[in-house]
Each structure stands twice: as C-alpha cells, then as structure tokens.
C-alpha cells in the first residue's frame, strides 16, 4: 500500500513537471495580457504535430524536434494572436476568451484538416522502465520531467537577468507604469504569446511523446493545464509550477479511490476546491 | 429536400434554445457561462434516462429535465459564486468537461460512450417519418417562441432589470439593496431550465444522445447564435439561431463543392468555418443583428 502510494506520488511528480510546461505558457499569457487565451489547447496540439513532423519525417532527434514545437507553435501563436485576438481585446477579457475558443476551435481543425484524425507516435527507442527501490520509472518520463526542469530553469532565468525578461514583468506587474517607462506594450504581448504558446506546444510534445498524438490531444490535457494555473493562481508562473505538481500528484493519488477515466476531473474539483478556500491560488496575488 | 428543409428549422429550434439559454445569464446578467454543452447534455440525459429506463411519459421526462438542469445551474452558481469574469470562463468551461466525462464513464448509467437510443419521440412510430418531423417541428418552435415571449418579458420586469444593474456594476445594484447573489443563482438557474429544455427536445427528435454530442463547439453555435442576432434581445437570439444554421448548412455545400476532399476534411472545413464566423461577428458586428435598446425613461422624467 504504502509502495503502491509512493510510485503514485512518484508518477505524479513527473506528470507535473510536464504539465507544467503548459500551464506556464497559459499563465504567462495571462499574465501579460489579462484574459484567458483557451486557444493554448490548440497550440499544445499545433506544437505536438510540428514535433511529429520533426521527428518521423524530418528524422530529428527528440531535443531537436522539441525546439521545433516549441518554434512552430510560438510562430502560430504570434500569428494567430494578430489576426483574432488582438482586435478584440479592447472589448474586454471575456470577449477575448470566447474568441479564443473559437481560435482553438479553428487551429484545431486546421491539423484535423492536414493529418487526419489517426492516432501517431513518435519515432523513439522503447526504454525498459527502471527498478529501485521497489519503484517503477520509466526512463522516458524522467527524460520528459528533466527536458521540462530545464526549460523552466531557462525561462524563470530569461525573466529574472535579461531586460527584454524585466520588461515583460514590468508588463504584467502594472501595464500603466510600464507605459510610462517607455515600454512598448504591443511588443511585450507579441514576445509573450510567443514564448506562452511556444511552451504550450512543446508541453504537448512532452505530453504525446509516452503516448501518441491526435488532434484532441491539446484538448484533453487542458483541463489539468487550466487546474494547474488557476491552483497557483492565474498569473503567477512559480504559481503554475506548484499548481502542476499539486494537480499532477492529485490526478495520480486519484487512482486509490476512482476510476482512470476520472482523472480530468480532479483538476476541475482542485480548482473549486483552492477557489473556495483560497481564491488568489496558491502563489497568486488578484482572483477577482 | 423538403424533409431536410424542416430538419435543419427543427435544428436552429435547439440552437434558438441554447442561445436564449445563454442570453439570460450572458446577454442580460453579465454573467459569463461556457458550459452550455453540459447543462444541455443533463436535460437530454435525464429525459432520455426517465422515458427510457423508467418508463416515464415524454412530457413528465421533459419537466424532470427542466428541473434537474435548473437544480444544476442552482447548484454551481452557489459554487461560483464569488467567481468572476475570467475564472467563471475556465470553471463552466470544466463543468461541461466533467459532465461528458460522466456520461462517457458512468457505463451502468449512460451506456458510456455508446450513448442511449430508442429515445422515444411523440407520436415516433405511430406517423410516418415526415409527419413526425412536422410534429416536432411544430413542438420546437412552439417552445421557443414560449420560452423567447416568457424571457422577453421577464427582462422587461424588474427581475431583468436588477439582472442588468448587476451587469453593468454590481456593487451599485448591491448598494441599492438587491440581493445580488439571490439573483444570479435564479438566473443561473433560468438559464439552465432553458438550455436543459433544449437538450431534453433534441433527445426525443433524435431519439439518441451520446457524450460526443455533448462537445464545446456547441457551445460556440450558442454563442455565435446570440452575438450574430444580438446580445441582450431575446429576439435577437432566436435570429441569430436561424442565421447560424442557414451559414453552417451554407458551408455544408460549399465544402462539398470543394473537389477531392476526404469526409474529415469536410467535417474539418466546417468546424473550421463556423470558429472563423464567430471571430468575425465578434470583429465586424459585435452588437449583433438586433442590438439590444437602451431602455426606454418613464414618462415625465428628463434624461
């Protein structure tokens, strides 16, 4: 029981890490930018299929094709972010999330479009998982949770040293002083859809590489990505850290008690749950 | 021709609903909900469960649907309730999620994803097919038009009015002594009745529901049905329904003329077109094709 518990929580530990991934892009957009940008489930898949296109076709390694997904899906949302969402975002937050659905909704279709709805894997050497003490761990998952500990590691240091890193904080601090200083507001946005939707498709990548990807992969993985962001508290990228692991342990522990199937629930019960207790999230400093 | 004529008015009937649905709560209360999908999946599921397993009458199915929705939008409105904006989004958004992830598990329940059917329908088996489509044709936008003349009026009343103080600023409709909570619970709740109405229909028309009937993009024609007609009308819904399926049947044709297509692709184009539309409306129109009137002063006073 208590082994059965710590393979759980060991699991969970590196679900989390790579749900992580995901949930920063998501929160970091929010962040700079103040409305819930759902379309971060498209982009997931937009950035798993670039991988696959990297990977199977282009014969790239894994690390290769993830800088690949995490380029193509950064560019997408750029892009996307231009022609949709931008316009509308002075009518408010919530129009902006609507639309967002709708952008999903169409980037979706787009892959559903160009590869069909089959399921694919990605081209990578099966791993016998590894035995200590009375563990199971599969290399591929530790090689997924360090990929997305590193990635984190670049970030939080890219925001902490560099100026274009303090400008995006100054941003999402107080977009009126950040004005006034001279920073370009359009600009930061861009930079921040770039790298919030670049990470949602490298998260799915990460995601699909212990599994396979299809065009709902995005999809199904966003309830834990919002769970995780809003548990930490929308806007706060350490936030999203501590929310992926509390959610991806969460989902894990699950298993003692419900179905597999129900998994994705936990994320929605973890959110009504942190809301109702503490509704800033863990680490977040506005809720409403 | 005929009989596809009257299927897709029955179908813009449904979309009429679940935008007169979301209208109460969006269009009047301010109220963001995206979790239409889901309270329609629990009237159709609830009615299709009774008439079905219990052996309920079609009429008492349909008012155990109302009611099972409306306790259900009750219910997470109390939980939201200190929810805004944003959060509301993602929570009502995962409330759909968790209500097709039960209808896909709970197989003892649900039939899981195989979905119910032998649904009945009034009269089903006892006319002809055509004549059953008229029936419900005439059933649906019966309902609608009561629905729609039901909601006009409410909003007209002081209910709709306190609805739409708590719109545009909730803490002046608090400090002029309305219980805002109270308030957006009962809408919440209207809201649900509604679109669980919707839902509990298109079981009896289609005499089979799955969970994958139950996916957000309905959510999208509901909103697209609304923000095309207009925002705070009820008129402007039940509009917005019948234009949003003359476009979505539009684009049925179109990507059929689209040589060399594969079935998914065609299926791709169209979910594609109907996300392209509501991002353009939201662009090009957003106050719709009915914008809502600012409200008329009484007689006598001075603007």
Redesign the interface.
């Known amino acids: 029981m208590l082994e059965d518990v710590l393979q759980l929580i060991v699991n969970g530990v590196m679900a989390g890490s790579v749900l992580a991934v995901p949930a920063i892009g998501f929160t970091a957009i ?1 962040a700079v930018l ?3 940008n ?1 379309a971060v489930a498209s982009h997931a898949t937009i950035g798993a299929f670039a991988g696959f296109v990297a990977n199977v076709y282009l014969g790239l390694p894994a690390p290769m094709a993830l800088c690949f997904a995490f380029l193509v899906a950064g560019v997408f949302g750029v892009a996307s972010d231009e022609v ?1 969402l931008r ?2 975002r002075n ?1 408010g ?3 902006a ?3 967002s ?6 980037l ?3 892959i ?2 160009t590869f ?2 089959d399921l694919r894997g990605y081209d990578l050497p099966v791993y016998r998982d590894w035995r200590m003490l009375g563990l199971r761990i599969g290399p591929q998952q530790v090689y997924n949770a360090a990929v997305a500990v590193i990635v984190m590691a670049v970030l939080f240091g890219f925001l902490a040293f560099t100026r274009t890193g303090k400008t995006m904080r100054a941003v999402a601090d107080n977009p009126t002083l950040a004005g006034i200083k001279g920073i370009d507001a359009v600009k930061v946005a861009r930079l921040a859809n770039f790298i919030g939707m670049g990470l949602a498709g490298m998260g799915g990548m990460l995601i699909g590489l212990d599994t396979s990807i299809d065009p709902l992969t995005g999809f199904r993985v966003i ?1 834990s990505v ?2 995780a962001a ?1 548990v930490g508290g ?1 806007g706060s990228l350490p936030g999203a850290v501590a929310g992926s692991f509390v959610v991806g342990i969460g989902e894990e522990l699950s298993l003692l008690v419900l ?1 597999p ?2 998994r ?2 936990v ?2 019960v973890a ?2 749950l942190v ?2 207790f503490r ?1 800033r999230g863990l680490l977040g400093e506005r ?2 | 021709m005929e009989a596809y004529l009257i299927a897709m008015v029955v179908f813009a009937g449904f979309y009429a609903l679940l935008a007169l649905g979301l209208n109460v709560i969006w269009g009047l209360g301010g109220i ?1 909900n ?1 979790g239409l999908a889901g309270f329609f999946g629990v009237g159709a599921y609830a009615t299709a469960l009774l008439t079905v397993r219990a052996g309920w009458p079609i009429w008492a199915g349909m008012v155990a649907a109302m009611l099972i929705s409306a306790l259900a939008g009750a219910a997470l409105s109390l ?2 309730a ?6 509301l ?3 009502t ?3 759909a ?2 209500v097709r ?2 209808a ?2 709970e197989i003892w329940l649900t039939n899981g994803t195989d979905g119910i059917s032998n649904i009945p329908g009034p009269w089903r088996g006892q006319v002809p097919p055509g004549e059953f489509n008229l029936i419900m044709l005439g059933i649906v936008w019966a309902v609608v038009i009561v629905v729609a003349a039901l909601l006009a009026r409410l909003s007209h009343a002081p209910f709709g009015r306190v609805l739409r103080a708590i719109r545009e600023d909730e803490m002046v409709a608090a400090v002029a002594g309305k219980r805002v909570l109270a308030f957006k619970t009962i809408a919440f709740a209207i809201s649900a009745a509604v679109l669980g109405i919707g839902g509990a229909l298109y079981a009896h028309y289609n005499a089979y529901i799955a969970p994958d009937g139950l996916v ?2 309905l ?2 024609y509901a ?2 049905a609304l923000t095309a007609g207009g925002t705070g009308r009820m008129s402007g819904a039940v509009l917005g329904a019948l234009v949003l399926v003359a476009l979505m049947e539009g684009t049925r044709f179109l990507a059929a003329e689209i040589p060399g297509l ?1 079935p ?2 065609v ?3 169209r ?2 077109s ?3 539309m ?2 353009l409306v ?2 090009l129109r ?1 106050q719709g094709l009915l914008p809502e009137r600012p409200p008329r002063l009484a007689q006598g006073a001075t603007p």
């Not at chain 1, 659905?101 to 169409?106: E, M, Q, S």
């Not at chain 2, 200190?82 to 959060?87: A, C, E, T, V």
């Open positions: 929010y103040r409305f819930p759902f949709a316009p509308l009518s937050p919530l129009t999330a609507i639309a659905v709708a952008l999903t909704i169409v979706e279709n787009v559903r479009f069909g709805n309830l919002f769970a809003v929308l179905d199937a129900y994705g629930a994320g929605f959110i009504l809301l109702s509704p809720a409403y | 963001i995206l939980v939201v200190r929810l805004k904006g944003d959060y989004a993602i929570v958004l995962g409330f999620e968790v992830l039960i896909s598990n957000p993009l959510t999208i909103v697209l594969l998914v692709q299926a791709a184009v979910e594609m109907v996300g392209l509501l991002i939201l662009r957003p």
